[in-house]
């Protein structure tokens, strides 16, 4: 009978389940990928946590031990791409955006305490630009005509933040290790950020408010400066 005498086929219903259970295979395989971005990031965190009780140095070791988890990621991250980038964006990407938040923040990390630049080069206190953390990952950024896997703005802004967190501590902590120049140039690194955030709109929740509590992390970066100052210890100019 037809649906304008308000009956309806049973065959919509099972078309529905086809399309549920195939969300659901996807969402399997999804997280399959992305369980293990995860485990590679923690690696590449824990890999370079170590550079709060190493000496600049020493800190070689540290950087040399995070290259092959970084290239890790990178794998998990081409596997994620593959995978996800024949299907809508926005209908999965909650499965993945704090874990590529995470990665970039290790690739972030990584180049600023020294990690080696495309040329080879290594430079103490750099931060990489969007379109350099794509290419370390090997995928494209900030995407707008295509809809497939990407780096997007609000996960790198994410992972900024993420950097400003672990610097303040590293200030802290570089002066434990008696070495107190690391927090003249975080201090200089993290208020810069703090003023390219002031610059932007953020429209993104989340991001507005994490964004808003760099200031305290400013702070308490600054606090460890001042210390310094209050001690004497501040580093003449060379």
Known sequence: MSASNGMFSPEIFQDLQARVDRDVKVREE?????????????????????AHSTPVSELSSVLEAAEKPIQKVVESVGKLSASASPLPYYKFNDMWSRKMQD????????????????????????????DEVGSIL??????????????????????????????????RNSVTLGDYARPLLISKFVKDLLAGFQVLNLKN?????????????????????????LRNLIPKPT
């Open 138 to 171: 090997n995928v494209p950024v900030n995407l707008k005509d295509e809809d497939k896997f990407h780096l997007t703005i609000e996960e790198y802004l994410q992972a900024i933040i993420s950097l400003v967190e672990e610097l303040s501590r590293l200030a």
């Open 103 to 130: 990665a970039t923040y290790g690739v972030l990390l990584w180049a600023w305490l020294g990690g080696k630049n495309e040329a080879g080069d290594t430079t103490n206190g750099r931060l990489l630009t969007i």
């Open 30 to 50: 999804l997280k399959d990928i992305t369980q293990e971005l995860e485990k590679n990031v923690r690696v590449v965190s824990f890999a370079l946590s170590k």
């Open 205 to 229: 929740d989340n991001l507005r408010r994490r964004s808003d509590g760099l200031k305290y992390r400013v702070k308490d970066v600054e606090d460890v400066v001042y210390d310094l100052a």
